[in-house]
């Protein structure tokens, strides 16, 4: 099946800073992506779709200054959480879709 | 609008058990369905998936689910129950028509006991 890379897998970071998380559709290209926030032992909750040349589509609630989002060539999406807290501190993922959804293999994020 | 409820969040069974997870959904049109199992700090690996086509769907290791429209139904079931089973698993839905992004349920942890 078809691969999606997801970078990096866990990361630390101070409260204040921002974080860029990386996703890529390995062997496939994808106009479209999308990002996942999952919080300890709770579902994945949809925060926005990145669409390849254009900008992303953002869930109710979601703060798109907060969460950045480009997706600037068909392999590559990334989001940037800016400015972070650590409320931010959670499980982000992201999938590509080719038929189906493909997942990368998620970031834990922690904001001290 | 669509909507997932995945009957019980923690399900333990003994090794060798029938192992079954419990998937409804609500959906405005035709939907896709899908089961997915998720090991710690991982991403999600795709079981099986419903798309308008066998009712009975057979996916990896072993596992299958039936979509049962009248029921709203979708569950999961493997007939023998391995100790590698131990995961979370996800019962999702999508539109077949537009952007496709998934509606997941909030999760059901398997348990396997030895």
């Known amino acids: 099946g078809a691969v999606v890379s997801q970078h990096p897998s866990r990361v630390i970071c101070k409260s204040g800073t921002s974080v860029k998380i990386e996703c890529r559709s390995l062997d496939f290209q994808a106009t479209t992506m999308f990002w996942y926030r999952q919080f300890p032992k709770q579902s994945l909750m949809l925060m926005a779709t990145s669409n390849e040349g254009s900008k992303a589509t953002y869930e109710q609630g979601v703060e798109k200054d907060k969460f950045l989002i480009n997706h600037a060539s068909l392999t590559l999406s990334t989001l940037t959480v800016t400015s972070a807290h650590p409320e931010d501190s959670s499980f982000y993922i992201c999938s590509a879709l080719q038929g189906e959804a493909f997942f990368g293999q998620g970031t834990r994020l922690t904001v001290v | 609008a669509q909507s997932v409820t995945q009957l019980g969040s923690h399900v333990s069974v003994s090794e060798g058990a029938l192992v079954l997870l419990r998937c409804n959904y609500s959906s405005s049109v035709p939907p896709y369905l899908f089961w997915y199992v998720q090991y710690p700090n991982q991403g999600l690996q795709l079981l099986l998936k419903?798309?308008?086509?066998?009712?009975l769907v057979k996916g990896i290791n072993g596992f299958e689910a039936e979509f049962k429209k009248s029921e709203t139904s979708f569950h999961l079931t493997k007939p023998s129950a391995h100790m590698s089973d131990a995961a979370e698993y996800f019962c999702?839905?999508?539109?077949?028509?537009?952007?496709?992004?998934?509606?997941f349920g909030s999760g059901t942890r398997l348990q396997v006991q030895p």
């Open positions: 999702a839905v999508s539109e077949n028509t537009g952007r496709r992004a998934l509606t």
């Open positions: 419903y798309t308008s086509a066998a009712t």
